[in-house]
Structure formats: C-alpha cells, structure tokens
C-alpha cells in the first residue's frame, strides 16, 4: 500500500462514516418488518422511508447485509424478456438503474455493455425473432442479428464453437448492463437507514404470529416485535417462511453456480449468454470474467460449490473462447434460486393480511432490484398490489392463470 494512502487512512482529519447504524436492541413494535437483508428487502424499506414516509420500519437479516442471493449472482441487467407483463416490469427496473449511483451518492459501477443471446438451432433463432418482436412492440431495444454482426462486436469468439454448435444468430439487447452488487446493496440500505429505518443483522425470524388471518407479529432470535405488516423476501428461503404462516406455494429451490477468472486486460465488451451451451459470461471493470450457467439439476436448499460445475462450464467457455485455455479460476460460489413453474415471480398480497410476499426470483432477481423495492413498498404502505405486478400475484396458480416466462429467463441470467 502506498504510504500517502496508508497515512490518509490512519489520520483523524477525514473520518469515514460508517454506511448505517448497528442498533442495540429491537424496539418492541414497528409499523412495519422486512425480512431479508438483501437487495429486495432494503430496497423496499428505502422506498417505504423515501416515498411514503414510512420510518418506524425494521429490516431484519439472519446472516449479514446482502450476503444471500444479493451477494451470490452475475451481476446482469437487462429488460429483453419474453412476455409482456415481464418486459415492461424489468423495462422499468433498467430506467431506475440508470439513475440509482445519483441517488446513493455512491458509485454502483453500472456499466452498459450490450447483451447477446445466441442462437445455435433453427428453434432457438426463431424464439429470439419471436422476443425481438415482443419487445420492440413494447418500445424495448432489441433486435435479431447475424452471425458478422456478432463477430464485429466479440471478434475473439470462434462461431463455430468448435464445430460442436454453429451460432446462427443472436438477440442483441443494447441496455444490457452489469453493476457491483455489493455496491447496490450498501447503497440501499445507508439511505434507508439515513431515512430512519433500523436494520438489523444476525438477527434470525423463527416465527410468525398471525390471528385471525392477519399478521400480528414476528418472533426472532433476540426477542418478539409486534407489527401489522410483514414483508418476506428472503429467496430461496421462502418456503420455510411460507410454512411459519400456513400458506402453499409452488416454489423449488435448486442450487445456482457461478465463478469469476483471474483479472485480464479487457477485451470483453458485451454481455453474451448462451441457452444451448448452458454459459453466460461477461467482464468487470477489475478485469475479471464473471460466469455463470444453469441450475444444478437437484433440488437443494444449499449453496455448496460442486467441481461436476466447474468442468462443464469451463468446457462450454472453451468452446466460444479457446484462448481461454490458461485462464485460472480464483473463486466460485453458489446461490439458493427460488423457481416457480412459469419462470416469473411472485408478488404482492397474500391470504394472510398484512403478510406481502416478494419470491419466486430464481435466476433473475437481482435486475430487478429497484422495480421491486419500489412496487412492493407501494403495495405495503397502500396494501394494494401495484399495476406492474398485478399478474404476478400468488393466487394466479390456484387460478391456472400462468405466464409463462421460461423461455427468455431459465439461463440468461
């Protein structure tokens, strides 16, 4: 470390505030409890304090801030979805992203790079014909291109994929983006708490109190609080939430690896993903490739790495990359992904008043972030879902009303 660094870091001339408070105690009652320390949680409880003026509001994480699915993804932004209900919802998540390092004072690096979906089959490249035309119809930037396009853009990829799965074409989505998630979630909650909420860490829910149908509290690990509104976003952790509450859902929890290489010069632009080889990779600012692939094939409430990952998408990367071959791989990890049958979420009012539910993200939550601090805060300051997420409410699988997202979400991450 530099001197001139080291000095300015031991001086007490320019102290640096910490990012939020760590309260002593939970109060006895709030207006309000958000469970989950993620990036939905403190999200929700930013936009409850900034837009509705709800501050007697408690946040309360098990493990520590954005350490769950926050922590454990890849990073990608983008809106080129396949449905309309989810292409204007995640269109509006990528219109707040853009302004979010102003609102935090703080630098999220958000970064737009461009993002390739590439097709390898005849059925592949009509499907992304197919969520071209869908977004386009929506006002979303998307469009089919060749293979020379593509080339242009990442002339290092062999398109031949070493003769395993020539790439046809691809979905060119321009706003796709990456961002630092450790960023997102500090941000969200220095200014929930500058707002006045109270977020509290290693603080574990072990149950919900509910009479009557209706929340009347929440029991933790460092003592009983009384609340009428209960937020649950805790991910793959849901269903064990779902069952202090006496409400079924759909959900399965399946393992999501990914891992990142050592640092390099750049020379990845864009964002590519593709569904056939299983892989979606792009590069950070520090220089590392981020990468990452499908679900691990076993339901399983862990987040274990496994090396059967590791060689498989290391092969695929090769197949696209093969100079690739010398890289090393400096960590991996896995995240718990929350899956529903139509591959879009859940959200909103539950049968339990006062009980709001934000799930069901399975690969794709953290893009949607900003849009779902700002729906679910409306939601619970108004108890009444929000237009963007109206369709994407709990009971639409007791109504057989599905959505059917899968085919624009279940790799491209």
């Not at 837009?51 to 007697?56: A, I, K, L, N, S």
């Not at 399965?252 to 020379?267: C, F, G, R």
């Not at 879009?344 to 008043?353: D, E, H, S, V, W």
Request: aromatic share 10%; hydrophobic share 40%.
């Amino acid at each position: 470390m530099p001197l001139n660094l080291l000095r300015f870091a031991l001086t007490k001339d320019h102290p640096e505030p910490r990012m939020f408070r760590q309260p002593d105690r939970l109060k006895s009652s709030y207006d309000a409890v958000i469970i989950g320390g993620g990036g939905h949680g403190l999200a929700a409880a930013y936009y409850l304090a900034r837009d509705y003026g709800m501050t007697d509001v408690a946040v309360l994480e098990r493990s520590y801030l954005g350490g769950g699915n926050t922590g454990r993804n890849t990073t990608i932004i983008r809106s080129n979805y396949l449905t309309p209900e989810g292409v204007k919802f995640y269109d509006e998540s990528v219109r707040l992203w853009q302004d979010l390092s102003q609102d935090f004072d703080l630098n999220l690096f958000y970064s737009t790079r461009g993002h390739f979906t590439l097709a390898h089959t005849d059925a592949t490249l009509r499907t992304m014909r197919w969520r071209a035309e869908t977004n386009k119809h929506i006002g979303v930037n998307s469009e089919l291109v060749s293979p020379d396009e593509i080339q242009e853009a990442c002339p290092q990829m062999d398109l031949t994929c070493n003769g395993h799965a020539p790439i046809l074409g691809a979905l060119y989505h321009a706003p796709g983006s990456i961002a630092r998630h450790d960023a997102v979630a500090w941000g969200y909650g220095r200014g929930a708490d500058q707002r006045g909420v109270e977020i509290h860490q290693q603080t574990e829910v072990l149950g919900i109190q509910v009479k009557s149908d209706r929340v009347t509290g929440v029991e933790t690990s460092r003592g009983t609080i009384e609340t009428p509104r209960v937020l649950c976003a805790v991910a793959g952790f849901t269903p064990r939430l779902l069952q202090m509450v006496g409400i079924r859902s759909p959900l399965y929890v399946h393992p999501l690896q990914a891992l990142v290489s050592e640092p390099m010069k750049p020379w990845l632009n864009p964002i590519i993903v593709s569904g056939n080889l299983h892989v979606y990779v792009s590069q950070t600012a520090r220089g590392e490739l981020v990468m990452g692939a499908s679900l691990d094939p076993y339901e399983l409430h862990s987040t274990r790495s496994t090396l059967d990952f590791t060689e498989e998408l290391a092969a695929h990367m090769l197949d696209l990359f093969p100079f690739l071959s010398h890289a090393k791989i400096v960590r991996q990890w896995a995240g718990m992904a929350d899956m529903t049958p139509d591959f879009a979420p859940m959200m909103g009012r539950t049968p339990i008043a006062g009980f709001y539910l934000d799930a069901g993200w399975g690969t794709w939550g953290f893009k949607a972030t900003p849009v779902c601090g700002k729906t679910m805060a409306y939601t619970v300051a108004n108890d009444r879902a929000h237009e963007l997420i109206q369709d994407f409410s709990i009971d639409r699988f007791t109504r057989y009303e599905l959505i059917g997202e899968k085919g624009a979400a279940s790799v491209a991450h």
